[in-house]
């Protein structure tokens, strides 16, 4: 089945990258002369290139998986869960591979300053690149897992606001708040909104797994609160869709519902980390260790905050780091706890 698996992915890229080819040479043909990086060059066209491939490698990858072995489970989701699933494992899969072809295409114009491609090599390039991008992304999708959802979950978190920081218009956004970066209208306020809305909805669907992995354990006697099973991945449905509403309702927007929903998403992860001990009971010890770190952490942070040690904005990336830290630190020991 694995051959299988990679001999498609190795034909779409092959499929893929010819068309990718084909449409670097028309480029290179038709505008020649296009730079690296910047307005109008290569590596924007090659970004956009890549995205699309990316994104429907991944949508039909990932369809295509759910009759794979260890992913059956999937077949009995309602229809509206799995087309949840699969747009969102699509969206992350495409902005993902846009972002990195256009900062792959940045550095190589650091290195090669003032080149222009021609018609040859914006063929190579763009065939190469689209090609890479859906044997890669096709590779991904079929080996979905609870421990590489979360893993592209944070690659995702991580890399969008990384972005939408380096290129705000406002290089001192920073003093206001974290928030601040959905404000502005442009690119970067387009990606950090949009970051956040498709990272809410991964979590959605990380918790579908989640849920998956938490029955099986519950089945075989290693958790043993009949609560956890149902109330945990719900607190997770509800964390993804409170951080899709922080995305999708800017501060400008709406203050109040902008906060409401930054507080909701804290809330359930308060709950997740104090309810443990009776949600997640069975999980080792070592985990609650950690889980009351994490807890004593955040009650840290908000006694500095309050004092006035350091700002909202510094606040703000604490908080949203723990929350993604302790998602990955509880998802390897709930994998694990299945191994």
């Known amino acids: ?7 498609e992915a190795i034909y779409a890229a092959l499929f893929s990258g010819a068309l990718g080819g084909i449409a670097g040479l028309l480029l290179g043909l038709l505008g020649p ?10 590596g924007r066209i090659a970004g956009v290139a890549a995205g699309a491939a990316g994104l429907a490698a991944a949508g039909v990858g990932y369809w295509r998986a759910r009759r794979l072995p260890g992913q059956e489970w999937r077949l009995a989701l309602s229809s509206w869960r799995f087309t949840v699933n699969t ?30 491609v021609d018609a040859f090599w914006a063929m190579v390039l763009l065939g ?18 609870t421990q ?19 290129t705000s218009p ?60 149902r ?9 993804g869709l409170m951080l899709a509403g922080v995305g999708l309702v800017p501060v400008d927007v709406s203050l109040l ?21 009776w949600l997640l009971r069975g999980m080792p010890r070592t985990y609650f260790v950690a889980a009351w770190t994490f807890l004593g952490a955040m009650v840290v942070s908000t006694v500095l905050f309050a004092v006035g040690f350091f700002g909202l904005t510094a606040f703000e990336i604490i908080v949203f780091a723990l929350i993604f830290g302790w998602i990955a630190v509880f998802i390897r020991f709930l994998v694990s706890a299945r191994s």
């Open 1 to 7: 089945m694995k051959a299988r698996v990679e001999s």
């Open 33 to 42: 002369g296009l730079p690296l990086a910047g307005e109008g060059s290569l």
């Open 87 to 116: 747009v969102a494992v699509a969206l992350v899969h495409g902005i993902l591979a846009a972002v990195a072809t256009v900062a792959v295409f940045l550095v190589l114009s650091l290195g090669f300053v003032g080149l222009e």
């Open 128 to 145: 190469v690149t689209v090609g890479l991008t859906v044997y890669m992304v096709s590779l991904s999708v079929s080996r979905m897992s």
């Open 148 to 166: 590489r959802m979360s893993s592209l979950l944070m690659s995702f978190v991580a890399i969008g606001t990384l972005t939408a920081m380096v």
């Open 170 to 229: 406002d290089p001192r956004w920073w003093e206001i708040h974290f928030s601040q970066l959905g404000t502005f209208g442009d690119f970067s306020s387009l990606l950090f909104n949009g970051t956040l809305i498709v990272g809410g909805l991964l979590v959605t669907s990380f918790a579908v797994y989640l849920a998956a992995d938490i029955r099986a354990l519950a089945q075989t006697g290693e958790l043993r609160s009949p609560r956890g099973e």
């Open 231 to 239: 109330l945990a991945p719900t607190f997770f449905v509800i964390m």
């Open 257 to 277: 519902i902008h906060n409401l929903c930054a507080s909701g998403m804290a809330v359930m992860f308060l709950a997740l980390l104090v309810g443990g001990p």
